[in-house]
């Protein structure tokens, strides 16, 4: 049960309650007190135990092992006062970073989920992998619509330069057909000079143009699918 609860994404949520902000400072000895009454907060947590020993004072978190949660931004400041009793130094901000994390030991935590609360709405920070996910998944979009275009494009430049070449054969036939009449006409005329032989005329290339075309054997289709299969996975 406890596994399926680490599971949970809360990303998408958000929670703000406007009775206890009208009626309390927002700041950072407040913001986990805030902090327990969104969904986000696990009761079963080390905050709960400080809480019941030691009212507000958080500073002896460290002392408990288990998951809790605390403020990293802006960094919690205590001060002593008479007596040797510590106190929290309230520090007000529009931004409050909280990180969840398990105590090992005194002094050592691991990082679970972050969450941030910013002008009185709480959010859970999205994970590192659905959100690069997300983003690659746009880019690859934008590179499949990118390609498609290109290819698109090759395709009519390739339509274009065939028809051309089409008709600069038919005109290069013709100037072959003219000039062969031509010298048959002059052959019968006079007499005098012998017919010339009927010059090949080559066909004109068309310069600085070249024939588009992908290179051999790609697909880019199938390769941006085949990288969207292994961002899935």
């Given at each position: 049960?406890e596994g399926?609860e680490?599971?949970?994404?809360?990303s998408?949520?958000?929670?703000?309650?406007p009775?206890?902000?009208?009626?309390?400072p927002?700041?950072?000895?407040?913001?986990?007190d805030y902090?327990?009454l969104?969904?986000f907060y696990d009761p079963?947590?080390?905050n709960?135990?400080?809480?019941?020993?030691?009212?507000?004072?958080?500073?002896?978190?460290?002392?408990?092992?288990g998951?809790?949660y605390t403020?990293?931004?802006p960094?919690p400041?205590?001060?002593?006062?008479?007596?040797?009793?510590?106190f929290?130094?309230p520090q007000a901000?529009?931004?409050?970073?909280?990180?969840?994390q398990?105590?090992l030991r005194?002094?050592?935590?691991?990082?679970l989920?972050?969450?941030?609360?910013l002008y009185?709405n709480?959010?859970?920070?999205?994970?590192?992998?659905?959100l690069?996910?997300?983003r690659?998944?746009?880019?690859?979009?934008?590179l499949?619509?990118?390609?498609?275009?290109h290819?698109?494009e090759?395709?009519?430049?390739a339509?274009v330069?065939?028809?051309?070449e089409a008709?600069?054969?038919?005109?290069?036939?013709?100037d072959?057909?003219?000039?062969?009449?031509?010298?048959?006409?002059r052959?019968?005329?006079?007499?005098?000079?012998?017919a010339?032989s009927?010059a090949?005329?080559?066909?004109q290339?068309i310069t600085?143009?070249?024939?588009p075309?992908?290179?051999?054997?790609?697909?880019v289709?199938?390769?941006?699918?085949d990288?969207?299969v292994?961002?899935?996975?």
């Open positions: 049960m399926e680490e599971e949970r994404d809360l998408s949520i958000s929670f703000r309650d009775v206890w902000l009208q009626m309390y927002l700041n950072s000895t407040t913001v986990l902090f327990a969104s969904p079963a947590c080390t709960e135990q400080c809480r019941t020993q030691w009212g507000l004072d958080y500073s002896h978190l460290w002392r408990l092992t998951v809790e403020t990293i931004e960094a400041k205590y001060t002593k006062a008479e007596g040797g009793r510590t929290a130094v901000s529009t931004l409050f970073v909280i990180r969840k398990e105590r005194p002094n050592e935590a691991a990082p989920r972050l969450y941030y609360c009185g709480i959010y859970e920070a999205p994970h590192l992998r659905p690069l996910h997300g690659l998944r746009n880019c690859l979009y934008h499949r619509e990118a390609f498609a275009v290819v698109e090759r395709e009519r430049a339509a330069l065939a028809a051309e008709t600069q054969e038919g005109a290069a036939d013709r072959g057909d003219l000039a062969m009449g031509e010298s048959a006409a052959g019968e005329g006079g007499g005098k000079h012998p010339p009927a090949v005329v080559p066909r290339p600085g143009r070249s024939r075309g992908l290179p051999p054997g790609a697909d289709s199938r390769i941006v699918d990288l969207l292994e961002l899935s996975m």
